[in-house]
Structures are given as C-alpha cells and as structure tokens.
C-alpha cells in the first residue's frame, strides 16, 4: 500500500495553527480558508511555514461529468492517483458524496471501487477539499464514494471534526453519513466518539456466507457482530441505523432471506433501505431486481415490522451511482 502524502494546510485543525502560530491567526486562517475559500494570503503563507505543511492544495480537478440531479467530479492526487466525488443536488442544498480512500480492500463483488484493491487511505485534508471543491452550497456529507470510510477512521475522524468546526465551514454532524460494511471493532470505536452522525450499515445478505461471496474483505465478520456492534452505537447516541441491502435475484431476494433479516433485525434501531444493482464497468455479473420481485420482498420485511424504504441512487446516468465510481475513468491503459 503507497504512504500518505505529504500533510497540506487542509490537514490542519484549528488548535494546530494556534499553537503553531497564535489564536488570532488560527481564527483568520479558518475563516480564510473554508469561509472566503482562498488559496493565498501572507496568514496562509505563514501558516505552511510554521507547520511544514505542502504548498500546493492536494487536490487538482482533472474532469466534471454533468447529469440530471449529480455531477461527478474527477480529482487528481499528488502522488498520481486520483479518485472521484459526486454533488448532488437536493431541494434544500447540495450533497457531497466523498472518497475516503484510493481503491478499496472489501472487494465487494458488485462494485467498481474495490477491483484494484487498495492503493492507499486520503488524507483528512484530502477529504476536507473534496467538500470545498464541491461548492459553497453543500450541507450534507455522505462517505459512500470510494474507500471503506471505517479503515481510514483516523484520517476520516480528523476531515469531519475539521469540517464541523464554527470556526471554518461549521457543518452539522447530524448532516454527515458514514457509509460502511461494519467492521466491529471500529464500530466500538466510533461508539465512544461525542459526534451525533449518521450510520449506514451495507448488510447485503442474511446469511454469513452469502456476506462472504458479496463482501470478500469482510470474510472474518458475521452478521451478528455487525448488527450487535452497531446496535450498540445506536443505543449509545439514541439513532437509527440505516442497513442497505443490495436485493441479487438468485442470491439474497428468497422468502427465507426476509425471515432471516426480520430475525436478526427484531427490536433494533434500524430502518432497511432497499436497493436495486447498478450495472458496472464489465458487469453483467447480476442482474437487476424486478418491480414484483422488490415488491415482494419489501412487504415481507414490513410484514415482519421493519421499517423499509425502497432507494434508487442519485447519478445512474453519470455512472456515478452506488459502487459505480472509479474504474470508469481511470481504468489502467490496454
Ligand atoms: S462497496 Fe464500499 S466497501 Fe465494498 S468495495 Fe465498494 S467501496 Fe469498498
């Protein structure tokens, strides 16, 4: 796996520059940065002495893809990697949709993001200008673009605890959604952190060893430890978990499979969200779940007294949909 980058002025949280510099200057320094959004001033200047921290942003924009409610933006790395993040628009602002790392080592069989497996974790700064360069209009976060969020979790912790501070950009941790396949031990971690997010949990199956095929990084993982791990952080700070199954036709959607979830999910703070397949690059691997078929299952999950909402990602039509990003646009030459 390749190093973390040099740290950029994005890296640095308030108390850093203030005990680096001064207070007056920390305080400067966020509002120049996530308020006025610039790039150059003599604080910024001193800032990067002080601290040793890299010249250059970390980020540069390589490409935008428009589509009807998301653009997809291409971003290249220092080192030569790149990585992808989506907007999307809402009626009541805008959603950044972030990468936490380059590449993935899940492997999840229905996405593009882990096919190379992992290169390397972001730098919190590097998730931090992922936010920026998305637009001034953003007021929700959601870690479901490449990179499990929870491998990374202290480069992940540092970008959210940068990007709710008053002081900078100030947003609502109840607007920041981690997206992960649960990794318990983690989960534990994330449980005694004093930050109200949101937890989305890819469940994808109701057995261990479908989990498995689906999710080959998280072999060493059951069910149950998943669920009660994230039970646990939702008692701690009074939430609902949000699980996501991928309903597979042929591998997941059975009559059997409802019964299972109802049972492993009775009496939890959960809501399910079901999801359809997108196709990816080279995938005709699954097929997509049909109207009755989703129907069906839905009902037998609500029948069993869950909560259940059937989603469709944003983006379909940029490629920029549920485990769609990535191997698109920088697929290795022939
Ligand atoms: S779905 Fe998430 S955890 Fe699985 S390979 Fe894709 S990015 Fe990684």
Redesign the pocket.
């Given at each position: 796996m390749r190093r973390l980058p040099h740290p950029s002025i994005y890296d640095l949280d308030h108390d850093t520059v203030a005990t680096a510099i001064d207070d007056a200057t920390a305080a400067r320094v966020y509002r120049q940065l996530y308020r006025e959004r610039r790039r150059s001033s003599d604080d910024l200047a001193r800032t990067r002495a002080a601290t040793g921290t890299a010249d250059a942003a970390p980020l540069r924009r390589l490409g935008v893809t428009q589509g009807r409610m998301s653009t997809k933006y291409l971003f290249g790395l220092a080192d030569g990697g790149a990585i992808e993040s989506v907007r999307i628009r809402r009626r009541t602002g805008m959603t950044a949709c972030v990468s936490s790392q380059v590449g993935?080592a899940?492997?999840?069989t229905f996405?593009a993001?882990?096919r190379l497996g992992l290169q390397r974790h972001l730098r919190a700064g590097e998730i931090v200008q992922q936010v920026l360069e998305l637009g001034p209009r953003i007021n929700r976060i959601v870690f479901m673009g490449?990179?499990?969020p929870l491998h990374n979790y202290e480069q992940v912790l540092a970008a959210i605890r940068i990007l709710r501070d008053r002081r900078g950009l100030g947003l609502k941790t109840s607007g920041i959604t981690i997206s992960t396949?649960g990794i318990p031990r983690r989960l534990r971690q994330l449980r005694e952190e004093h930050l109200k997010l949101n937890l989305t949990i890819?469940l994808h199956a109701s057995t261990d060893e479908v989990r498995r095929a689906l999710?080959p990084?998280a072999r060493g993982v059951r069910l149950a430890q998943v669920i009660e791990a994230s039970q646990s952080w939702a008692h701690r700070h009074n939430r609902t978990v949000t699980y996501v199954y991928l309903l597979l036709p042929g591998i997941n959607d059975a009559p059997a499979d409802a019964r299972r979830i109802t049972r492993l999910l009775e009496g939890a703070k959960a809501r399910i969200n079901l999801m359809r397949w997108n196709p990816v690059l080279g995938g005709d691997t699954y097929q997509r779940v049909d109207d009755r078929s989703l129907a069906r299952f839905r009902a037998a999950l609500h029948h069993g007294g869950l909560d259940v909402t059937v989603r469709d990602t944003q983006g379909k039509d940029i490629d920029a949909a549920c485990?769609q990003l990535w191997l698109r646009d920088l697929r290795p030459d022939p």
């Open positions: 993935c899940f492997g999840c996405c993001s882990g490449i990179g499990e396949i890819s999710i990084g485990g």
